[in-house]
């Protein structure tokens, strides 16, 4: 029989195993199962950057991200301007910068702050069971019927765009998937034993449901977390794409790209949404790898 | 479910501004109409009644196919969805059957080859295509096929010398096929984590211990299975599709519902920002009622209940 | 001469090692016995003592991960010798072998079979690709196949779906399937351990009824010596892979000699002897197999070891059946066995 590749390799091993050169670590599983998945890592690496990019912008650009500068339209990246400057002479750069802060905020913070609003309900309901189940529940599916998209556009035909009401609407929106979520993980946890004694012990349902069996569910909340940061984050730079997310005046990524509706400036001035795109592809990919990592490595039916 | 939707889409119709009957009228009439004629017709129209016999008269007339007027042109607005859901159907069915064939074939082969190089390419792939924003694709596949390599169209669906079916295609087919690259991402990741949750299951290795050839093993023991999970996790991503034909609609100038929704938006021209978000509703859950027939053919367990 | 007609799978020094997380096991090391036609030889031990993955090996069943380091598996087919191991894992004359010639039937029918598929069709499967039958033979042959196992309504069973099997039912259409091209080896992993102990009874009366009537050679994986007192004609005790005891069952059962055989034996409490009977359980637990002891592998939880323990036992003849490894069993042959006799 031919000697292929997988039998060297397992030759190694057994040469390995029977000079007693393999170490047993004692590392935690889930930090080096995270830590040996390289595109996590990657992933983790590059995100910081960016995030810290944004976070320290005054700092990294002289630029002010408002100011217009009319004398200096339009023109190419430079040394002066790294991504060149847009219709009205701002420095792109800068506008990306800041933009970032403003994306990344309402993307992560809408995230948070449903998941948050998603585990109290689906952890209350859920542990309860009753009336406030299945109430909860019914609305959760109403929210869901609609494709996403469509239902935030219709709320901001309702109520107008702004930062804050963007940001209401994505919990709103959003809260529904994590709910589900916790719920399902209450509604098995429930069941277990150490439940029915901690009741018998006489502790209140709030103690039982946030200190005791939340703890449980962590590992798929933290997931759900970063993807749903990645899917704001898209949707945001949808909306503002379209103009209809958070107003011009505000920089953020989405914002930045309107622009690119001009076929003139799609054209000509690619710098001018090229590179934005870029960063929002590149950030949200990020996510997306930390994401995955994190599923991999806490997942217990994952094998090595 | 639709009765509970529909009831609060009528709610927010009711604290919209504007009155039904304002909605009612087409704008030509409204400039010469008169107060008394306006209060006669709401007394005929029987507004002056209570609120729920006024939703169950909307809800019949929308039953009907009466759906109102549009507030921006006055168009009534079965006219609009007639003329431009074909266009948003046409776009959704194809990127539906490009991502699903597709995006499963890549999944399968991924799985099969679990840690070669294939699989961890097409993975990484897979990630970048639910990391870039579908406009910034599109913007870019219109750069540089329409404008640069003029390959393709720009956008629009129609031109006026179109004749055949033929001569539409290329420009179905930029759009379709960025629409297609988010499904497809999300097809390939759900067929392969399918693919390998099935392989590793015993009644594989029965049929191994048949004598079977693998690649009869693989595609009607494995993947056979693994379809379900697969049809239904496309089912859940579907109102994403139709989320996102919106977008693409809007960047390729594509008349179709999603880019006159996105303008009845902008023009806070509620009737028929309303009524086609309860379509997209009905069209969601019709979509997941075909969902859950199609489980039940593929396999036998959904048939008999539980079990 | 006639001695080596009888036998039907022979099996040298087998050695199978898994190589997942990037660590070595081997989980069979160095294993050897013969399986005889129209006998059962039934292999017992704990769990992960490696008796399942020696009938993978022998169906070249084995995972990705792991491979065949050593050894001969030598099937007899129709007087010539075919190498199982040389043959390569997938290949058209192993897949020619696996169904029609060795079967195997596993140890949880309800995932074993396939859900979406009828329980018809899957039999079919197997005679579709060994032999020439058309489809209406095919599905006559299901039908009676269905019928010799025992099932009732064979006709209308065969059109039905596995979950709507009973599982003893299903258990039996398993049987069925693996039956259907009458191979000469049937390989059963611990067949009843998910069934109900009277439905297991059924299915071990079917066992032997086929054994007789088509002279199929059995191997019976299990870890209940209940049932190897009931149905074996040889015994093969693996212990951390490999076979500390092995001989007829009458050697084997009535004078156990090898210490981890006995400790079987006595842990096992027995229906009748009342609540106040002596159940010696065995000392220690099974080791971990990347931490494996140094030579006999049983030492550490053995009463009598001693210093020359520290090698692994070669394999010992005690009587022309009956073998062994162990540095000790003389000693305990006789000691145990005037211990019984006074």
Known sequence: MARSSLDKKFDQIREKEESKTISSKKRSRIISKFVNNKLAVFGLIVFTIILLATILAPLLSPYDPMRVDLRSMRLPPSFAHWFGTDNTGRDVFTRVLFGGRVSIFIGLGSAILSALVGIVVGCYAGYRGGWTDVIALRISEIFMSFPQIILVLLLVSITGQSLFNLMAIFILTGWGGMYRLARARMLSLREEEYVQALRSFGLSTFTICYKHMLPNALSPIMVNITLSTAMFILTEAGLSFLGLGVPLNIPTWGNILNVAQDILVLQNYWWMWGPVGIVISVFVLCVNFIGDGLRDSTDPSQQG | ???????????????????????????????????????????????????????????????????????????????????????????????????????????????????????????????????????????VAILLFAIELKWLPVGGRLLPHYETVWDRIPNIVLPSLVLAIMMTAGAMRYARSSMLDVLAKEFITTARSKGMPEWRINIFHGFRVALTPVVVLIGFRLPLLIGGSTIIEQVYQWPGIGS???????????????????????????????????????????????? | ??????????????????????????????????????????????????????????????????????????????????????????????????????????QDPMTALNPVYTVGFQISENLKYHTNLNKKQIREKCISLLSDMGIPLPEKRVDEYPHSYSGGMRQRAMIAMAMACNPKILIADEPTTALDVTIQAQIFELMDKLKKENETAIILITHDMGVVAELADNVAVMYMGNIVEAGTADDVLRRPTHPYTKALLESVPVLGRGKDQEINPIKGSTPDPYNRPIGCQFAPRCNWQTESCDVIPEIQQINETHQIRCHKHEQFFEKYHEKRNT
């Open chain 2, 1 to 139: 479910m639709l009765l509970i939707i529909s009831f609060l889409v009528y709610l927010g119709l009711e604290l919209a501004p504007g009155d039904a009957v304002s909605h009612m009228i087409s704008p030509e009439l409204a400039s010469t109409i008169t107060a008394e004629q306006l209060n006669a017709m709401r007394e005929a129209y029987g507004l002056n009644q209570s609120f729920i016999t006024r939703y169950w008269l909307w809800l019949t007339s929308m039953i009907q196919g009466d759906m109102g007027y549009s507030m921006a042109g006055g168009v009534a607005i079965s006219e609009i969805m007639v003329k431009t859901i074909p266009a948003t159907l046409e776009l959704s069915i194809v990127a539906l059957i490009f991502s699903t064939i597709i995006g499963c074939t890549l999944g399968i082969i991924s799985a099969l080859k679990r840690g070669s190089g294939t699989d961890n390419s097409l993975t990484v792939a897979g990630m970048a295509g639910v990391s870039i924003p579908e406009f910034f694709f599109g913007l």
């Open chain 2, 260 to 307: 006159m929704f996105i303008r009845s938006v902008r023009a806070s021209d509620y009737p028929l920002v309303m009524t086609i978000s309860l379509m997209y509703v009905f069209v969601v859950l019709t979509a997941s009622l075909i969902i859950d027939v199609l489980t039940a053919l593929i396999d036998p367990r959904v048939r008999l209940g539980k079990e």
């Open chain 3, 1 to 106: 001469m006639s001695k080596n007609d009888d036998i039907a799978l022979s099996v040298r020094n087998l050695k199978t090692f898994f190589y997942t997380n990037n660590r070595c096991n081997k989980a069979v090391n160095g294993v050897s016995f013969d399986v005889k036609k129209g006998k059962t030889l039934c292999i017992v031990g704990e769990s992960g003592c490696g008796k399942s993955v020696t009938a993978s090996t022998i169906m070249q069943l084995l995972p990705t991960l792991s491979r065949i380091e050593e050894g001969e598996i030598i099937f007899n087919k129709d007087n010539k010798k075919i190498n199982i191991e040389k043959l390569e894992k997938n290949g058209k004359e192993m897949r020619a072998i696996r169904g029609s010639d060795i079967a195997m039937i596993f």
